[in-house]
């Protein structure tokens, strides 16, 4: 129970310093539109280049998470099937899934930081 909440925490912790660190990359949109009328095309190319560090940010931060709860999974998955190996399929099975649910995280993360670059 420790460890679950230990690692929700964890999740929590990141995901909003993620947030916070797309929102300040990206910067203040009206602030923005008025800096660029009055500016040359430098300041296009340092936005682009900020946006390049928060996506680069949001990934590693994303990877370096979900490799530590992959981590922590197949530690646990592996204790219990060394305790239980009668039913090492099925906790082999629901690892799996487990690991699958949390690589989509990762990619959903992947997803945010092209859309940072492209899109904003």
Known sequence: MRNR????GIFALTFVFVFSLMLVFSGNTSVRAAEETETTEESG?????????????????????????????????????????????????????????????????LIVAILIIFVL
Not at 5 to 8: A, I
Request: aromatic fraction near 2%; hydrophobic fraction near 55%.
């Open 45 to 109: 190319d340092s936005s682009t280049g900020s946006k390049a560090i928060a996506a680069g940010i949001v990934v590693g931060l994303a990877a370096a998470a979900g490799a530590i709860g992959m981590g922590i999974a197949v530690a646990k998955s592996t204790e219990s099937m060394a305790r239980q190996p009668e039913i090492a399929g099925k906790i082999n099975s629901t690892m799996m899934l487990g690991l699958v649910f949390i690589e989509t995280a990762i990619i959903y993360a």
């Open 5 to 8: 909440r230990l690692l929700s």
